[in-house]
């Protein structure tokens, strides 16, 4: 079997589809997307799939060691992402050429189904609990929230108090059972962070996320020892090598690799099987599309340590389109108490509308997130 040609789908809400086609009829799709940098991704995609064209698509390591170590550059988010896109394609593929789910070709299952969490918005906190309490009506039981809007480096109690409130709403609306994961995006700089996570620590938290930039995991160590919620981190690292040191460091307790920019289903399973030998729990990133949900759930069901599964269904950035309007059979994740279904069809177990797809191509896909300001006109982290 070759590969005989791919194409990229670049659709709304923010997502970047990845077909690639087989001499023999099979085909295989991934997500290689960085949001907000469709285009640029794409063009990488281009790059590295001239090198794949007439090639095997079953040599999957082969392919994954030669789009990384091919290049004299490598590593980063662009990069990264083009190789994960492939490289889901590649499994997805391999699966239906075996007739079986790519969790089957990765030592078989060690769950049946994976809990899952959903997102929460609104800045006014009476609002974020009335959406957690919605998504405890439609059988969540774990919810995100973004923490804070823009700070500054030493900012005003003012937005600590503000934080405070919301998560306080949310955990009155949905009592001591409901898991709440704290957002804080890398907006917050270590002089605030410390102080934020020392103050929630009262409303027990199920983890707090990015405290800081990935450029500045030095600073864990101070957070760690100010609180003792759990510190997930890892939505902005793209490989093993990024995650060596801060698991070596040991002050994070959770790691978000994603699958569409993290090297895709090759690398993300070595990374969180990595994390299990320094007992560190996975909770991979996917605020993003079908395929990169499916590519996780394969990866989830073959990973003891993977507690929680992220994912965008009525996420707020999925206005034109959601999460199951590009699939064939909507009920495949089946989300039911908490918890979603992994596919159990052959390659990533989802099969694309390519019609419904084909319509969508061009409508308003391009995205890209906001730029913030702080109140002295200097740039805030978004």
Known sequence: MKITRF?????????????????????????????????????????????????????IEDHWQVMYRGG???????????????????????????????????????RDRMRVYSWIGGDRPEHVGTAAK??????????????????????????IDAVLARVAAVREAGGVGLGIAIDFHGRVHKPMAKVLAKELEAYRPMFIEEPVLSQNLEDLREIANHC?????????????????????????????????????????KKIISMAEAFDVAAAPHCPLGPIALAACLQVDATCHNAFIQE???GIHYN??????????????FDYEDGFCNIPQGPGLGIEINEEYLLSRVGSGAHWHNPIWRNPDGSVAEW
């Open 7 to 59: 194409t990229l789908f670049q659709v709304p809400p923010r997502w970047l589809f990845l077909k690639i086609e087989t001499d023999e009829g099979l085909v295989g799709w991934g997500e290689p997307i960085i949001e907000g940098r469709a285009a640029t991704v794409a063009a990488a995609v281009t790059e590295l799939m001239e090198n794949l064209v007439g090639k095997d698509p079953l040599r």
């Open 72 to 110: 004299f550059y490598r590593g980063g988010p662009i990069l990264m992402s083009a190789i994960a896109g492939i490289d889901q394609a590649l499994w997805d593929l391999k699966g239906k050429y075996h007739n079986a789910p790519v969790y089957q070709l990765l030592g078989g299952q060690v």
């Open 134 to 159: 919605e998504m405890m009506a439609k059988g969540f039981d774990a919810i995100k929230m973004n923490g804070t809007d823009e700070m500054a480096y030493v900012d005003s109690y003012v937005k």
């Open 228 to 268: 003792a919620i759990p510190i997930a981190t890892g939505e902005r690292m793209f490989s093993r090598w990024d995650f060596k040191q801060v698991l070596i460091d040991g002050y994070v307790d959770i790691i978000q690799p994603d699958l569409s920019h993290a090297g895709g289903i090759t690398e993300c």
């Open 311 to 313: 994912q965008s269904l």
């Open 319 to 332: 206005k034109e389109n959601d999460l199951l309007d590009y699939l064939v059979d909507k009920t495949v």
